[in-house]
């Protein structure tokens, strides 16, 4: 499974594939002069790509100290390549060129990672990856925390309840259209299920559609039926596994692949910045920080470049 993304962006590696793959996309989307576009895009959107490969292929062999810097950074060149699917121009202005995040230049006292946040700027490549790639709105100036992030990803929830850090979620099933939760799923939100039905159209803008064998069955936009885009399921990529949160405050209705992206600027910075801090934590592992981060990484690795060829691959489908 770990070079299944990688194995699936290779097959764009040819300016011929790539340039009939954008001119496709772009007629898709009613864009003018799709040819044309395509054919100035075609070698920047390959050139984006090897350069994310070339950054993970050394963060696959390097140190825990520099891993973060260098996972960092092939996010953003695997991002700017997607960019180009649904911005031509981009970058038309040196606004969207600058990371997009900030989070606090000097760490208190007994700093902890997981309690650290980061904020989402007005400019930047992130805030035009949230409005052009995936079109969402009202997360100008927003602030997250690591808390709020990591429990967005299955993965790491072993280590958080191995930690007595709880994030209770519970299975989901996606077939035939249809997003399945056990009825039980309303207990969990201390409600009925009638409730639980009311608060989950008002809330995700799901449509019930009916109750059967023990599932509440629901319907929704065709971005929730993709991990790659689904802002309210989460995905366990080795089980291939959904789930969903068991607690209504989970709910950030963020993609996981921006959720990544925000937890590795926050870790670039301090393996760049605060020095300190950071070999304090390698070396002693004196806090639950460091198993989350050595975890967050692993799983980095394998899941975002999966995740962004998933998102160029059902643009080429749809």
């Known amino acids: 499974m770990q070079n299944k993304g990688w194995k699936e962006l290779e097959l764009f590696y040819s300016v011929e594939t790539s340039q009939h793959f ?40 390097a140190s825990l100290e520099i891993k973060p810097i260098l996972l960092f950074y092939g996010m953003a060149q695997l ?14 202005h040196t ?57 967005k990803i299955p993965e790491i929830n072993k280590v958080l309840s191995f930690q007595r850090k709880q994030n209770p979620m519970v299975k989901a099933v996606v077939q035939d259209g249809l997003i399945w939760l ?3 799923t309303a207990n969990a939100y201390n409600m009925s299920s009638k409730r639980f039905v009311e608060h989950v159209e008002y809330h ?41 949160p068991a607690e209504r405050d989970r709910f950030l209705k963020l993609p996981e692949l921006l959720v990544h992206y925000l937890i590795a600027y926050n870790l670039s910075m301090i393996a760049r910045y605060e020095t300190e801090w950071w070999y304090d934590l390698l070396l002693q592992c004196a806090s639950d920080d460091y198993v989350l981060i050595q975890q967050f990484l692993h ?12 998102l160029l691959l059902q643009k080429k489908t749809s």
């Open 22 to 61: 954008l001119e496709m996309v772009y007629k898709n989307q009613d864009m003018e002069d799709p040819k044309r576009n395509s054919y100035k895009n075609g070698e920047r959107f390959i050139f984006f790509l090897k350069h994310a490969e070339a950054f993970y292929k050394q963060a696959k062999i």
């Open 204 to 244: 995700l803008n799901w449509t019930f559609c009916q109750e059967n064998e023990g599932c509440l069955i629901f319907s929704s936009e065709q971005k929730e039926y993709q991990p790659s885009t689904s802002t309210s399921l989460l995905f366990e990529l080795e089980s291939e596994t959904y789930f969903f």
């Open 95 to 151: 606004s969207v060129l600058a990371h997009g995040v900030t989070t606090r230049k000097r760490k208190k006292q007994n700093y902890r990672f997981y309690e650290d946040e980061v904020k989402v700027q007005r400019n930047g490549l992130c805030m035009h990856v949230v409005q052009s790639l995936f079109q969402l709105q009202g997360l100008r100036d927003e602030r997250f925390s690591m808390k709020q992030l990591l429990s």
């Open 299 to 310: 799983t980095a690795e394998v899941k975002f470049p999966y995740y962004i060829a998933q």
């Open 79 to 92: 991002l700017k390549a997607c960019l180009l699917t649904t911005d031509p121009s981009y970058p038309s």
């Open 182 to 184: 056990p009825d039980d």
